[in-house]
């Protein structure tokens, strides 16, 4: 095919419709400093999705190099080569990503970080030909598809610099290489993107100069230096002329000049010996240094102290435009789990503004959203009265964290909140897993904790009635807790009637919300089915040895354990992994395929690390759950939500 005219329009339009990208992310990253509001992920080898100007709104669905000799093969990088993740440097989330052909003939080494001090992200590459037949012949094509419908696209110039523009309502997007673009093209997803072009004949034939109003992706030729090295800028902005500016004041430093400002920000940043625990892990404290990493990262660098759940969206492969939330949302359960998590390695700041965050996101009658986007704005409408009590335990580690609180006042957060847990308690809209309302043990343990700790606070004031008032009402919750969630008629495991139940459904609106966990029913979400309560369990009880409501060694939690271990313990090759619960929908299908509203719920790699827990209460070694841990991450370091076990 001719090339086609200067300006001429990309046909195809609108082109296919868009679907997210996979969640099997095997990186993140970003500056640590705050004026670069970009991050990234990764996952089989290439760039996903790019976040801008806020940790929850992702702006691509991937960037990745197609490879092609010109005559017999084109590869694209994320299907047909193999990959290595590694992290050069300690304490910092630079990568390097090897992706090399499977024959051995040519492989491509990238450095991925973002300007230390722009939102743009910098990718150094070299291409190392390791087959004399294919020196002078390897053409390499970036291809970068902004997500979503409504995205326009046009080939630019700024001086001598190459650019290719995206936009989509107020975000821009700009493309550029350090030694330029031989070729540019602008086109459909399906029909004219360089993908479809480079695929038919291995050339790139196509030069569209246009793509207006649908599903595109930018492609540029790059003009491959004798050293095969070259570095691609991806930038973000509010403007064209201020992205493409950043863009190109960033390319205009050496790329080495960039690195060594990004590690030594996360590297000042992160790295504290008194808070090393190395020797508490059996793989020199790799993980533990990483992980801290990845959970600052995962604040947002406009709304400070909010912290989303996890950059990707679950199955987003299979999802469309419409699908916007994903992990990427705030859920108060998991931002103070995360401060917390922080608090323990040392780090301070984090933790305090996630508080503060917390405190201007509480509604006036002391409750939060199920989740939000960073800006408060709720997302989801359930109550889960574990999200309602979970900021009070966060304030109260912060105050007796040697005044890590600061100046910060968070009385009123706290009572107002114990109120509503008061009075709309103990029964919860939602348990933790967001799928049944009723009597949950993990609830009530976080709950009891959390008056306990408001408790403590009015002692301290001096409000001694109203310390004595909610002491009262937490040992009335404590003595209650077997009445409401174990059952004596249990079925799961021979000898074993009497244990811990998942949940004991319950309507938190019904005038005397008693029901007997011996005899109602449950509906399990996502194509679980209905079934008695007494028969579907879960490790959430174990909340309650881990906040010192119940003994590690309580004859009723022993004997929960001997089910739990019997109905959802699977022995993986990693180690030792749980189940949510018996009858969990929540998964991908039994062939691997995406969740659908139904699927087949598998092991979560946080139920082994929330047993270690248990072990550790009950005197034992916690070390084989920490080394499962270690085990279950994936060449990149991350820890998955659910682990594939057929």
Request: charged share 20%; with cysteine; glycine share 10%.
């Amino acid at each position: 095919m001719m090339n086609p005219p200067e300006n001429a329009l990309a046909f195809g339009a609108p082109g296919i419709e868009p679907r997210w990208t996979s969640s099997a992310k095997e990186g993140v990253g970003t500056a640590y400093h705050t004026s670069c509001r970009l991050w990234f992920t990764l996952s089989h080898g290439i760039i996903n999705e790019i976040y801008y100007p806020r940790v929850d709104r992702p702006n691509t669905r991937d960037f990745q190099f197609l490879i092609s000799d010109g005559e017999t093969f084109c590869h694209e990088e994320k299907r047909d080569l193999n990959h290595v993740v590694e992290y050069p440097e300690r304490d910092c989330l630079l990568y390097r990503l090897t992706n090399s052909e499977p024959s051995g003939r040519y492989r491509l080494v990238k450095h991925v970080l973002t300007d230390p001090h722009r939102s743009v992200l910098l990718v150094h590459t070299k291409v190392e030909v390791l087959d004399e037949s294919l020196r002078g012949k390897l053409r390499l094509y970036a291809l970068v598809a902004p997500h979503g419908a409504g995205n326009s696209a046009r080939c630019s110039e700024i001086s001598a610099s190459k650019l290719i523009h995206a936009q989509r309502e107020d975000v821009h997007l700009v493309v550029a290489c350090s030694s330029e673009f031989a070729r540019r093209s602008v086109g459909y997803v399906g029909a004219s993107d360089g993908w479809q072009d480079l695929m038919s004949n291995f050339k790139m034939d196509w030069e569209f100069r246009t793509a207006e109003g649908g599903n595109i992706a930018l492609t540029g030729e790059i003009d491959l230096p004798g050293s095969g090295e070259f570095t691609i800028a991806i930038a973000c902005g509010g403007s064209y002329q201020s992205t493409a500016a950043k863009l190109l004041q960033s390319l205009a430093e050496p790329f080495e000049s960039h690195r060594a400002g990004y590690v030594r920000q996360w590297q000042r940043a992160v790295v504290n010996p008194q808070f090393d625990f190395s020797d508490n892990t059996s793989d020199g404290g790799g993980m533990y240094r990483l992980s801290r990493c990845v959970l600052l990262a995962h604040e947002d660098k406009v709304f400070q102290g909010a912290l989303v759940a996890s950059l990707s969206i679950p199955w987003g492969e299979t999802k469309s435009d419409n699908d916007r939330g994903g992990y990427h949302l705030v859920w108060t359960r998991d931002l103070v789990q995360s401060a917390t998590a922080l608090l323990a390695t040392g780090q301070t700041g984090t933790p305090l503004r996630a508080l503060i965050w917390l405190a201007a996101l509480q509604r006036t009658d002391g409750s939060f959203p199920q989740n939000s986007w960073i800006n408060g704005t709720a997302y989801w409408s359930g109550l889960q009265l574990d999200e309602i009590a979970a900021p009070i335990l966060l304030a109260w580690r912060l105050y007796k964290q040697g005044g890590a609180i600061g100046s910060f006042d968070p009385r009123v957060m706290i009572l107002r909140a114990a109120a509503y847990l008061v009075l709309q308690g103990p029964v919860t809209d939602q348990d933790r897993w967001e799928e049944n309302s009723g009597y949950s043990p993990s609830t009530l343990a976080t709950v009891i904790a959390s008056l306990v700790c408001v408790a403590e606070c009015a002692n301290e004031l001096g409000y001694t009635k109203l310390a004595d008032f909610i002491l009262v009402y937490a040992d009335w919750l404590a003595a209650h807790i077997e009445e409401w969630t174990v059952t004596t008629q249990g079925e799961l495991v021979d000898g074993f009637p009497r244990h811990y139940i998942r949940i004991n459904p319950t309507d938190p609106d019904a005038s005397d919300p008693h029901a007997d966990p011996n005899t109602t029913m449950i509906q399990v979400a996502n194509g679980g089915g209905l079934h008695p309560a007494r028969n579907v369990v879960g490790g959430d009880f174990l909340h309650l040895v881990r906040f010192g409501i119940r003994s590690a060694n309580d004859p009723i939690v022993r004997d929960s354990i001997e089910v739990i271990d019997r109905v959802l313990k699977r022995d993986l090759p990693q180690g030792p992994g749980w189940r949510r619960y018996n009858h969990d929908g929540y998964g991908q299908k039994g062939d691997g395929g995406a969740f659908d509203g139904t699927g087949v719920g598998r092991c979560w790699p946080i139920l082994t690390g929330e047993r270690g827990h248990y072990e550790l209460a009950a005197g034992r070694d916690p070390m084989p759950f920490i080394r499962s841990m270690e085990n279950f991450a994936n060449q990149g370091g991350m820890i998955t939500e659910q682990l594939w076990d057929a």
